[in-house]
């Protein structure tokens, strides 16, 4: 995604857009981590040098959607999470790049509990 003034070109890669959107998802309430498409966590895919495949951004033209593969804690109201990183992560996004996002799509992979009592 690019944008062309009189002074030059800024040109903002899926990889920056990734990173913003991992920050908020990881500060939203309830969730405990992030996890690859099979449910894999990212550590894990660190480890097998897969990568960054916890949260994928398709631009098309001016449309920006992102897709974010979540654990979440047990006991959590699930679908509130969800919301709550939708929300969280379009406001960071378009907040840092000055464009609205067309889609947040968040994928729960799993469950943890942090705190067995």
Do not use: C, W
Not at 22 to 36: C, E, T
Not at 51 to 70: A, F, K, L, M, T
Not at 75 to 90: P, Q
């Amino acid at each position: 995604m690019a944008s062309e003034t009189s002074l030059g070109k800024v040109e903002i890669t899926p990889h920056a857009i990734a990173s913003i959107a991992r920050n908020a998802a990881l500060k939203s309430y309830g969730v405990v981590g992030l996890a690859g498409r099979g449910g894999v966590s990212e550590l894990g895919q660190r480890l097998a040098g897969k990568g960054r495949r916890s949260i994928e951004v398709r631009i098309s033209g001016d449309q920006i959607v992102i897709d974010i593969y979540v654990i979440i804690e047990y006991g959590t109201r699930i679908s509130s999470v969800a919301h709550s990183i939708m929300n969280s992560v379009r406001f960071n996004v378009e907040r840092a790049i000055g464009m609205p996002v067309a889609e947040v799509n968040v994928h729960v992979q799993g469950l943890r509990v942090s705190n067995p009592d």
